[in-house]
């Protein structure tokens, strides 16, 4: 969504006043992708449509690290996606991706109505009806702060920065 739709010198402006003022509550699910839409539509002088539309375009051009896809679509391991992100994730890049049938369950903020990193890995294990403990329970998340949180609750955690990385130290991971 940072990237400037066509003709719109104002988006990044735009988009860093509305995230600094909205990003919480659209994660924590207290607004929906049309708040959002609308403030930006304000902002920018684009039309709603032309909001939404970029937004769908935006979810529809992810481009996922190599390494990382491939592990999550061998499904090696019971795997959920624990993610803090507001509805568009869940009514534009899950079904897109068709992330439902890679992943054994998708947990995100905007439904739970929380962005606690370990609350929401919890309510992961519950759903996938863990039995074991929370240290062998794996966080692979790209932010530091969120990976030792969850260690501190209890759980293993991975750091991803980079899929090169990434792949270097999966044998180690996943054994």
């Not at 684009?46 to 992810?62: G, K, N, W």
């Not at 794996?138 to 969850?150: F, G, H, K, S, Y």
Request: with cysteine.
């Amino acid at each position: 969504m940072r990237r400037p739709p066509e003709d719109c010198r104002d988006w990044p402006t735009a988009w860093s006043t509305v995230m600094a003022a909205r990003a919480d509550s659209w994660n924590n699910g207290d607004i929906t992708a049309l708040t959002v839409y609308q403030d930006l539509s304000e902002l920018t002088g684009l039309t709603l449509e032309a909001v939404e539309s970029h937004a769908r375009d935006c979810c529809q051009r992810l481009i996922f690290h190599e390494t990382a896809w491939r592990v999550a679509i061998e499904r090696r391991l019971p795997q959920a996606i624990v993610t803090v992100n507001p509805d568009i994730f869940g009514d534009l890049i899950v079904p897109h991706y068709g992330l439902s049938d890679i992943f054994d369950e998708i947990v995100m903020s905007w439904v739970e109505q929380t962005d606690d990193k370990p609350v929401l890995c919890d309510v992961a294990l519950s759903r996938l009806q863990w039995t074991g403990g929370r240290e062998a329970a794996l966080l692979i998340d790209n932010r530091q702060d969120l990976v030792e949180a969850w260690k501190q609750f209890g759980g293993s955690g991975y750091w991803f920065q980079s899929d090169a990385q990434f792949a270097k130290d999966l044998s180690a991971l996943l054994g």
